[in-house]
C-alpha cells in the first residue's frame, strides 16, 4: 500500500534529522491524510507539527528539514512545505496502477490486510427470545455483522457471538403468555398476564407446541407445566431468531444462554469476587455492586431481595467467561437506550480486576419505521410490529442492510418501506448495485465483439490518464485504507459510504471515458480498469453482506 511505503519514507527522514533537532525519544508515528484539493498533494503529513511541539526549532524549519533529509524514491515526484508546517506529498500514477493490477490478481481478496495476531468477540443482536426480530433488532445486526467482517480484512480474528437472555422476569411473563395461548388452544380457561405478551404471534408459538405435544403439556403440575411451556416456546422463537437471520445474511460462530450461567455457579463466582475486591456490599436484603465508584449515577443490584440474580449479575459473569476465552477486544453493540449501561459494565470489568479498556460499546441509534412518510407502530408486547421476516419479503435483504448502514451509528434514521423500495438511481444500494451490473454488461459487450480482456501484464495502463480515469483510480486504490479506518473506528457505515462514492466515480467515468473503442491499447486499459472496478465494488458490498448481481433491468442505458 502508497501509504505504508510514504509512512517508511518519510520516518527514514525523521530518523535522520531527530538529533540535530534534539527530539526526545520516542519519536512519533509519521501519520498520512489525503488534502481537501488535489493542488495540495495526493498525500499530507502533520509530522513536522507534531515534533516541533518536542522541540525548539518552529514547524517550518522542522518541515525544511525533513524534506531535505528525505531519500529519493521514484514513487514520489516533488514534496512541498505548506501553510505553518504541512509537507504535502505529490507522487507518480505507478502506484495507481498497481492497484489496479492488485485488484485483479487478488480478486476476492483485495483490500484486505495481511496483517494480523489481533482478537476480538463481536456479540451483537442479543435479543430476548420473547418475539420475532424486528427493524430495530436489524440494525443491531447488521452493525455488528458488518463490523466483524471489517475487522477480519483488517487483519483481526474474530468471533461473532450472540448472547440470549433466557432467565429473569421477562421470560417468566413470556412463559406464562405462552402458558395461556396454549391452554385457550385446548378450550381452557386462561388470561395473558396483563404485563405479557398479547402478540398474535404468540398463538403462532403456541400452535407450533400444541402440534408438537398435542395436550399433553395442558394436565402437568402447574410450576412443572409452566417451566415446560417457557422452555419450548423460548425453543421456538430461538429457532425463528435463527431462520430470520440466516435469511438476513448474519452469522454467528457461537450462542451463549444466560441460563448457563445461572446453572454454573459462576454467577455467585462473579459477585464472591467482587466481594473480596470490595465493590459488592449487602443492603436491604439484596447484594449490590459499587457501580458509583466508576461513574454511575446509583449502585446497582448484584441479587435481588429474594435470591434471584439481576441481568447485571449475569453480565458480570458473562465478562468473566469472555475474558477467560483470551480475546484482546470485548465489542458489545447495543441500542443508544443502554447509554447509562456502559460506565457500569466497563466499571465491573475493572472490579473483577479485568481491562476496563478491553471492553468496547458500540451503540446505535434507534428507526423510526415509516410507510409512505406515516409512522407504523412497533411494540412487540402488544403484537403490533413488522416483524423483519415480513420487512425481508417485502423490501429485501441487500436493500435492508445497505439502507441500514447509509448513517453513522449514532445518527437516528427514519427507514421508509416505499422508499427503500424504490429500484431507481436515487435509491443507494440500487446505485451502488447497478455500477457491479453496468460494468458486467460492458465486459460482456467486449467479448460479444470479440474483444477479449488481455492479462493486466500485458496493458499499458499508462494510456489511463483522464481525470475521471484517475479519480476512479484513486478510489479504487482506497479500499484498503478505507477497511482499516472502519475498522478502526467501529464505523462500519465508512464502507456503504465508500461504495456509493465508487459508484459515482465510475458512472461519471462512463459518460465522460467510452470504453470500446477503436484504439486497441487504451480499449484494453480502460477494459483492466473497469474488470479492477467491479472487483473492488463487489468486494465492499460483500463486506456489507450485499449481493452484486452480474445484471440489473437497467444495465444497458
Known amino acids: 500500500m502508497i501509504e505504508d511505503h510514504l509512512i517508511a519514507f518519510i520516518g527514514e527522514a525523521l530518523a535522520k534529522v531527530a538529533a540535530d533537532l534534539g527530539a526526545p525519544a520516542p519519536l512519533p508515528e509519521v501519520e498520512l491524510t489525503t488534502p481537501p484539493q488535489k493542488d495540495f498533494g495526493d498525500f499530507s503529513t502533520n509530522i513536522a507539527l507534531v515534533l516541533a511541539s518536542r522541540v525548539e526549532p518552529a514547524a517550518r524549519e522542522v518541515a525544511r528539514a525533513l524534506v531535505e533529509a528525505l531519500p529519493t524514491d521514484p514513487a514520489v515526484e516533488r514534496v ?13 500514477d505507478d502506484w495507481l496502477y498497481d492497484a489496479l493490477r492488485d485488484a485483479l490478481r487478488l480478486g476476492a481478496r483485495y483490500g484486505w490486510s495481511t496483517q494480523g495476531g489481533r482478537s476480538a468477540q463481536v456479540e451483537h443482536v442479543s435479543a430476548n427470545p420473547t418475539g420475532p426480530l424486528h427493524i430495530g433488532h436489524a440494525r443491531n445486526a447488521v452493525i455488528g455483522d458488518v463490523l466483524a467482517n471489517v475487522l477480519e480484512a483488517a487483519g483481526w480474528t474474530v468471533q461473532r457471538e450472540y448472547y440470549f437472555n433466557d432467565a429473569g422476569r421477562q421470560m417468566e411473563l413470556f412463559g406464562s403468555s405462552v402458558e395461556a395461548r396454549y391452554l385457550q388452544l385446548l378450550g381452557r380457561r386462561a388470561e395473558v398476564p396483563e404485563e405479557g405478551y398479547h402478540g398474535s404471534y404468540l398463538i403462532d408459538v403456541a400452535q407450533d407446541v400444541r402440534r408438537e405435544f398435542g395436550d399433553a403439556l395442558a ?43 445461572h446453572e454454573s455457579g459462576e454467577i455467585a463466582e462473579a459477585v464472591q469476587r467482587l466481594r473480596d475486591n470490595g465493590y459488592a456490599y449487602d443492603a436491604e436484603s439484596a447484594v449490590w455492586f459499587r457501580s458509583t465508584a466508576f461513574g454511575d449515577d446509583k449502585d446497582r443490584p448484584l441479587i435481588k431481595s429474594n435470591g434471584a440474580p439481576t441481568y447485571f449479575g449475569a453480565d458480570c459473569a458473562y465478562l468473566i467467561d469472555k475474558f477467560g476465552r483470551g480475546f484482546d477486544r470485548l465489542i ?226
Open 219 to 261: 394436565d402437568l403440575p402447574p410450576e412443572e407445566r409452566h417451566a415446560r411451556l417457557l422452555h419450548e416456546g423460548a425453543r421456538h422463537v430461538l429457532d425463528g431468531i435463527k431462520t430470520t437471520l440466516v435469511r438476513f445474511g448474519v452469522r454467528f460462530d457461537r450462542f451463549f444462554y444466560e441460563k448457563e450461567l
Open 80 to 92: 512541498e512545505i505548506a501553510g505553518p508546517g504541512f509537507i504535502n506529498l505529490f507522487v507518480t
Open 332 to 557: 458489545y453493540v447495543w441500542g443508544a437506550d443502554h447509554h447509562g449501561d456502559v460506565a457500569r459494565v466497563k466499571g465491573a470489568a475493572q472490579a473483577l480486576g479485568l481491562d476496563r479498556e478491553a471492553v468496547e460499546i458500540v451503540l446505535y441509534q434507534f428507526v423510526s419505521l415509516l410507510r409512505g412518510g406515516k409512522a407504523v407502530k412497533m411494540s412487540k408486547r402488544a403484537g403490533q410490529f413488522v416483524t423483519l421476516d415480513e420487512l425481508i419479503d417485502e423490501v429485501g435483504t441487500d436493500a435492508i442492510r445497505f439502507t441500514l448502514l447509509s448513517r453513522s451509528n449514532d445518527s437516528p434514521m427514519d427507514f421508509d418501506i416505499e422508499i427503500v423500495s424504490e429500484q431507481s438511481m436515487e435509491n443507494p444500494v440500487y446505485y451502488v448495485q447497478y455500477g457491479h451490473a453496468r460494468i458486467a454488461s460492458i465486459l460482456r459487450q467486449a467479448g460479444e465483439r470479440g474483444v477479449g480482456l488481455l492479462p493486466v501484464d500485458e496493458v499499458d495502463l499508462r494510456m489511463l490518464s483522464a481525470e475521471a480515469e484517475l479519480d476512479l483510480l484513486r478510489l479504487l486504490a482506497s479500499l484498503s485504507k478505507q477497511i482499516t479506518g472502519a475498522a478502526e473506528h467501529r464505523a462500519p457505515h465508512r464502507l456503504a459510504y465508500y461504495a456509493q462514492d465508487l459508484a459515482a466515480a465510475f458512472h461519471r467515468f462512463y459518460t465522460e471515458c467510452r470504453v470500446l473503442t477503436d484504439d486497441e491499447p487504451l480499449t484494453q486499459a480502460r477494459l483492466s480498469l473497469c474488470a479492477a472496478v467491479k472487483q473492488t465494488i463487489a468486494n465492499t458490498l460483500a463486506l456489507l453482506g450485499v449481493s452484486a448481481p452480474e445484471s440489473m433491468e437497467r444495465e444497458s442505458g
